[in-house]
């Protein structure tokens, strides 16, 4: 007969299965974690676990992530086996002396976001706007933008070239931020994410700010159509 209860190996608590997550590398298909367990694990793990020494690269005032460093001087040693920088997103137009860095980057935003290279530097000064950290060095802050007003077209399961109308612009997001805004405008987002309260904030600032544009724009429209 099959048994009714397990005992977490976390808590030490005897509790009916019903309180347990499905597994498929244990041989009872059930987690040995309860799920109250598991979920605290999972949120210490997203908040960066437990945060006690600091990185050991002179001047890092960051937490070790792996090995003594932080997670972006670990990412730099894993890439290339050693802390310092040695290449960024503008190395690889290095080749192509017509391509410049900065005028593909403009003529992009431009195209994409309606956006200036000067708008989109002012934007970026201070980081994500919703968790306030700086990318990595090889890496750039993502533009935001309102998807029910300029979704995302797909063909063949590929995601075509983005083009906005520019009025549905938002802040500037890194990745994680960006795509925990999207899963909260799906209502996907578990309710303990620990910054559901600033994408919130977040969301419902530019709901507003873009529902001002767009009476604006149709107020200067109207101007100019009598």
Same mark, same amino acid.
């Given at each position: 007969?099959?048994?009714?209860?397990?005992?977490?190996?976390?808590?030490?608590?005897?509790? +009916?299965?019903?309180?347990?997550?499905?597994?498929?590398?244990?041989?009872?298909?059930?987690?040995?974690?309860?799920? $109250?367990?598991?979920? +605290?694990?999972?949120?210490? +793990?997203?908040?960066?676990?437990?945060?006690?020494?600091?990185?050991?690269? %002179? $001047?890092?005032?960051?937490?070790?992530?792996?090995?003594?460093?932080?997670?972006?001087?670990?990412?730099?040693?894993?890439?290339?086996?050693?802390? $310092?920088?040695?290449?960024?997103?503008?190395?690889?137009?290095?080749?192509?002396?017509?391509?410049?860095?900065?005028?593909?980057?403009?003529?992009?935003?431009?195209?994409?976001?309606?956006?200036?290279?000067?708008?989109?530097?002012?934007?970026?000064?201070?980081?994500? $706007?919703?968790?306030?950290?700086?990318?990595?060095?090889?890496?750039?802050?993502?533009?935001?933008?309102?998807?029910?007003?300029?979704?995302?077209?797909?063909?063949?399961?590929?995601? *075509?070239?983005? %083009?906005?109308?520019?009025?549905?612009? *938002?802040?500037?997001?890194?990745?994680?931020?960006?795509?925990?805004?999207?899963?909260?405008?799906?209502?996907?987002?578990?309710?303990?994410?620990?910054?559901?309260?600033?994408?919130?904030?977040?969301?419902? %600032?530019?709901?507003?700010?873009? +529902?001002?544009?767009?009476?604006?724009?149709? %107020?200067?429209?109207?101007?100019?159509?009598?």
């Amino acid at each position: 007969m099959a048994a009714k209860n397990k005992t977490c190996i976390k808590c030490n608590k005897e509790l +009916s299965l019903k309180m347990f997550y499905k597994s498929t590398i244990t041989k009872d298909g059930i987690d040995y974690y309860c799920k $109250e367990c598991r979920k +605290s694990s999972s949120l210490s +793990s997203h908040r960066g676990g437990v945060k006690k020494n600091k990185c050991s690269v %002179k $001047e890092c005032q960051r937490y070790t992530y792996a090995k003594t460093l932080c997670r972006i001087h670990y990412a730099r040693w894993d890439r290339n086996g050693s802390v $310092e920088l040695k290449y960024t997103i503008k190395d690889s137009y290095a080749e192509y002396p017509s391509m410049k860095y900065e005028s593909v980057r403009r003529r992009r935003l431009m195209y994409t976001y309606k956006i200036t290279l000067e708008k989109y530097e002012q934007m970026a000064i201070g980081g994500c $706007e919703i968790c306030g950290e700086n990318p990595y060095e090889h890496k750039i802050l993502h533009v935001d933008h309102d998807h029910k007003c300029c979704p995302v077209k797909y063909v063949n399961g590929n995601a *075509r070239k983005l %083009k906005t109308c520019g009025v549905c612009i *938002r802040g500037v997001l890194c990745n994680r931020c960006n795509a925990a805004v999207g899963r909260y405008e799906k209502g996907v987002m578990r309710k303990d994410y620990p910054l559901k309260d600033k994408i919130v904030k977040y969301v419902q %600032k530019y709901n507003q700010l873009i +529902s001002d544009r767009i009476d604006t724009n149709d %107020k200067i429209t109207r101007n100019r159509t009598r």
